[in-house]
C-alpha cells in the first residue's frame, strides 16, 4: 500500500564502533546513540521522557537486554551508569559492537485563525520512508583464553539492525465562516528490512570467565500521534481528519554460533545469547469540532496498522 507512495524520506546510517559499551561502563560513542536495537535509540530511552513514552514497549525490551537486572522499570533507573573495571587481572577479550540504524522523526504545527471562511489551509502531511539491505557479521575467536589471569570475560558480540519513525502532527483551525478541507493530519510511515545478523564466536575464556555472549536484535518501531481540532461559525467540510497508515515488514533472520564458552572450570558461565525480531506500532489520535452549522466529513479518526515478519532465530550452542 505505502510502497506507491512518490515522495520517500530515506535516512541511513552505518556505524561500526569498537568501543565498550552497555554493561562495560558508560560511553559517548556514536554507535551507542546509532544503535537501534528493537528499533529504538537506547540514550534518548533513557535520557528524553517523550520519547521513551512514545516507544515504550521497544524502550523496555532494550533496556533490559542492555541492562539486565540494572534496569527495575522506573524512569529513573534508566540513567544507568555501569562501574569500570581496569583491574589488571582482568582480560575483556574480544569486543564487536555493530549497528545498522534508521532513524526519522517529524514534528508539524499548523494554526489557523480567520474572521472568514477556511479552505485548503493548515493541513499537516508526513511521509516516512525506510529500506534496508545490510547486512552485520562478526566473528571471534579465542577471547581471553590464553592469558594466565583469573577472570576473563571472553568474547562479547553486541550487533543491531533498527529502524525508528516517529511523527507528531497537531492542527487548529479557527474561522468564523466556514472551513473545508483544512486542519487535516496525514502520516505514512513505510518500514522494510531484509538485512541479517551474524554472529560466530568460539574459545571465549576458559579459566573462571564469563565465557561467550551475543545480543542481536533486529527491531522495527514506529509512533504516530495527531492531534486536530476545528471551531467554526459556518459549516465544516472535509477538515480535522487525522489519517496514520504504518507498514513495517521484515525478512532479516538472526543467526548465532557458540562454542567453548569457559567450558574448563566450574566457574566457567558457559555461552550466553539473546535474540529478538520485534516489532512495534503506536499510534495516538485525538479530533474535536465545533461548528455553529454543518459538520460533514470531519473529526474521523482513521489508523491502518500492518506487519509483516518472515525473519528467524537461529542459534546453536556447543
Known amino acids: 500500500m505505502l510502497k506507491s507512495i512518490d515522495t520517500k524520506l530515506s535516512a541511513v546510517l552505518v556505524v561500526a564502533v569498537f568501543a ?28 528524553d521522557e517523550d520519547y521513551y513514552d512514545d516507544h515504550e514497549n521497544a524502550c523496555d525490551k532494550n533496556l533490559q537486554a542492555h541492562y539486565g537486572e540494572d534496569y527495575n522499570g522506573d524512569f529513573g533507573s534508566k540513567n544507568i551508569n555501569s562501574n569500570n573495571n581496569d583491574d589488571d587481572d582482568d582480560d575483556d577479550g574480544n569486543r564487536s559492537n555493530q549497528g545498522i540504524g534508521q532513524s526519522q522523526s517529524s514534528r508539524q504545527n499548523s494554526q489557523c485563525v480567520s474572521g472568514g471562511d477556511t479552505n485548503d489551509s ?7 520512508n525506510q529500506e534496508n539491505s545490510g547486512n552485520n557479521a562478526a566473528g571471534q575467536q579465542g577471547g581471553g583464553d ?3 589471569d583469573d577472570d576473563d570475560d571472553g568474547n562479547r558480540s553486541n550487533q543491531g539492525i533498527g529502524q ?10 479557527v474561522s468564523g465562516g466556514d472551513t473545508n478541507d483544512s486542519c487535516n493530519n496525514l502520516s505514512f510511515q513505510n518500514q522494510e528490512n531484509s538485512g541479517n545478523n551474524a554472529a560466530g564466536q568460539q574459545g571465549g575464556g576458559d579459566d573462571d570467565d564469563d565465557g561467550n555472549r551475543s545480543n542481536q536484535g533486529i527491531g522495527q518501531s514506529q509512533s504516530s500521534r495527531q492531534n486536530s481540532q476545528c471551531v467554526a461559525g459556518g459549516s465544516l467540510g472535509n477538515s480535522c481528519n ?18 567453548g564458552g569457559g567450558d574448563d572450570d566450574d566457574d566457567g558461565n558457559g555461552n550466553r545469547s539473546n535474540q529478538g525480531i520485534g516489532q512495534n506500532q503506536d ?10 452549522e454543518d459538520a460533514i466529513v470531519s473529526c474521523d479518526n482513521v489508523s491502518f496498522q500492518n506487519q509483516v515478519n518472515s525473519g528467524n532465530n537461529a542459534l546453536a550452542q556447543d
Open 146 to 148: 590464553d592469558d594466565d
Open 164 to 173: 525508528s519513525q516517529s511523527s507528531r502532527q497537531n492542527s487548529q483551525c
Open 283 to 292: 499510534s495516538k489520535q485525538n479530533a474535536q469540532c465545533v461548528s455553529g
Open 20 to 47: 565498550v559499551m552497555m554493561i562495560f561502563g558508560p560511553t559517548s560513542s556514536n554507535f551507542q546513540k546509532a544503535f537501534a536495537h528493537y528499533g529504538v535509540d537506547i540514550d534518548q530511552c533513557k535520557d
Open 242 to 259: 487525522n489519517l496514520s497508515f504504518q507498514n513495517q515488514e521484515n525478512s532479516g533472520n538472526n543467526a548465532a554460533g557458540q562454542q
Open 122 to 128: 493548515c493541513n499537516n502531511l508526513s511521509f516516512q
